[in-house]
């Protein structure tokens, strides 16, 4: 986003994410980076929504399952009030059908926490340029899925029914 307090010092990102262990250890992967710098942290969906206004981060990397109202509402919240903010989702499920889900609320890429440190940082430089990024596990189980015409029953779920599936 062109009016991130981040400007002309590489990307500025808001990591989001319950485990305050996970956070420490993806800050510090990410301070490594000569171009990617971690503006805020929040713990929660709900308070991701509100630091977003007024941190106005070029890239938001988020978990899905959350307390509170998870990682796939605060994807909807965000993007209602800013439909530019780009969202990288960072699960632990490693499954295309959550990949799918949140690609479709309108995040921009999807990783598994279990990825290499360079996967991610590439990811959020994808994203930040507007991009769409896959891991290519789940891209290649997206692709399968699709030339086979795999329904999935938590296809046919609702937003709202998916979201209590996820909690």
Do not use: W
Not at 30 to 45: H, K, M, T, W, Y
Not at 70 to 88: F, H, Q, V, Y
């Amino acid at each position: 986003m062109s009016d991130s307090k981040s400007s002309g010092s590489g990307i500025g990102v808001m990591l989001v994410d319950d485990h305050a262990v996970v956070r420490m250890g993806f800050r510090l992967l990410l301070e490594g980076s000569s171009d990617i710098r971690v503006l805020a942290e929040a713990e929660s969906g709900e308070e991701a929504c509100r630091k977003f206004s007024e941190i106005r981060p070029d890239v938001i990397v988020m978990d899905i399952s959350m307390p509170g109202i998870g990682g796939l509402e605060a994807i909807d919240r965000i993007l209602a009030r800013e439909p530019s903010a780009r969202i990288l989702v960072l699960s632990a499920h490693e499954d295309a059908m959550h990949a799918r889900r949140v690609l479709k609320a309108g995040a921009a890429g999807y990783l598994t926490k279990r990825s290499a440190a360079e996967a991610l940082m590439q990811a959020i430089r994808q994203v930040q340029q507007g991009k769409t990024f896959l891991e290519p596990e789940i891209a290649h189980q997206l692709a399968v899925q699709q030339l086979n015409r795999e329904e999935n029953p938590l296809d046919l779920l609702t937003e709202k029914e998916f979201k209590v599936f996820l909690a």
